[in-house]
């Protein structure tokens, strides 16, 4: 997810969204600071926390106030994902370079193990109905499982390819974005293996994914501008509907019957769940350019993104992702988006 650097329209960016300026609206503006390559937010209802990956650390900011609660430190090799196991009062994030799981006290905010993984851990994700971790080792294609009651590895599924994002379904499923081969991987969280491979036509390597529980619904954002609509249970594509650019991460909202993809050309590209079998593109939202990343709280419908200044270099190819953008060192700062209508 960090390797997002995506060809991005900084005109339309600039412009994008004015059709839908009233649907929501930045409340408020909390200030993060470097380092300022951010990653995954986690919403965590149970303690009404965003964590918000960024850099060597992770922040922890109160989701009412957007006060800071502290920082989790210590990964050198920069964080990703995070997930918060209530069940036994853990929470753990990555090293994505060193390969490995932090596990750390969501009271005390302090790193208590190290856990190997896979080469770039990326994604994490808590599978309630069996209470695994399960961690998506990004570019070597592997899903680390987590037993938190053990702080032990318990499974290495090989997922096929390069892998982004994961939800849980809550059915005993898990859905990745096979990144490499534009497909989704379902894994059964009881046996702990992979029990399809479903092509997404018109996706060019999909990397946010959200889940309708009620609808058995996954949404997955493409880097081909695309959000593909699709049945958990047969793997059938729905739906192909229009986003922004750079996104690279979704979200569902169940009780507005939304789905979102956050994306790096400042806006949040919306969904609408009519009926199970119905969908349609609303007019995107704006949100700040950069703004890549998301997360959100079901019961107030807040949306949580991160954006910072960002400069463009015109001398370089605008095929140069890595040397084209700039962020302005300290700039990180993290958004609250509430509805309005």
């Keep these: 997810m960090r390797k997002i650097f995506l060809a991005c329209a900084v005109a339309a960016a600039m412009t994008a969204g004015g059709a839908d300026a009233a ?3 930045i409340v408020k503006t909390v200030p993060l600071g470097a380092p300022d390559h951010w990653d995954y937010l ?19 900011v ?7 609660v502290g ?78 009651k053990t702080d032990s590895v318990i499974a290495t599924i090989d997922g096929g390819g390069a892998l982004e994002a994961g939800v849980s379904g809550g059915n005993g499923k898990l859905y990745v974005d096979g990144a490499e081969k534009g ?28 889940f309708d529980a009620a609808n058995h619904r996954i949404f997955a954002s493409c880097a081909s501008k695309v959000m593909a609509v699709m049945d958990a249970d047969s ?22 019957g939304r789905a979102f993809s956050s994306n ?22 704006p949100t700040q350019f950069g703004a890549r990343t998301m997360t959100l709280d079901p019961k107030t419908h807040r949306i949580f993104t991160v954006a910072a200044d960002i400069t463009v270099d015109k001398t370089a190819a605008p095929t140069d ?12 700062r993290l958004l609250f988006l509430d509805p309005v209508n």
């Design 235 to 256: 793997g059938k594509l729905l739906a192909t509907l229009p986003i922004d650019q750079g996104s690279d991460g979704a979200g569902f909202d169940p009780g507005l």
């Design 71 to 148: 920082n989790i430190t210590g990964m050198p090799g920069g964080t990703h994902g995070i997930a918060i196991s209530h069940a036994t009062h853990q929470g753990f994030t990555d090293d994505g370079k060193a390969g490995e799981v932090a596990v750390f006290d969501p009271a005390t905010l302090q790193v208590t193990k190290r856990i190997k993984a896979e080469p770039d851990a990326d994604g994490i994700v808590l599978d309630a109905p069996t209470g695994h971790i399960f961690v998506m080792d990004g570019d070597s294609g592997k899903i680390t499982v987590i037993d938190p």
């Design 321 to 332: 992702y890595r040397h084209r953008f700039h962020t302005t060192p300290g700039t990180a």
């Design 23 to 25: 649907s929501y609206k």
């Design 62 to 68: 109160d989701a009412a106030s957007g006060a800071i």
């Design 42 to 60: 986690t919403f965590d209802g149970p303690s009404n926390r965003v964590y918000v990956s960024h850099g060597d650390r992770v922040t922890v």
């Design 183 to 210: 497909e989704i991987v379902r894994v059964d969280t009881a046996t702990n293996a992979v029990d399809a491979h479903w092509p997404v036509p018109g996706c060019t390597t999909p990397r946010g994914i959200a």
């Design 264 to 285: 790096f050309a400042g806006t949040l590209s919306a969904i609408a769940e009519k009926s199970p079998a119905n969908f349609a593109a609303l007019p995107p939202i």
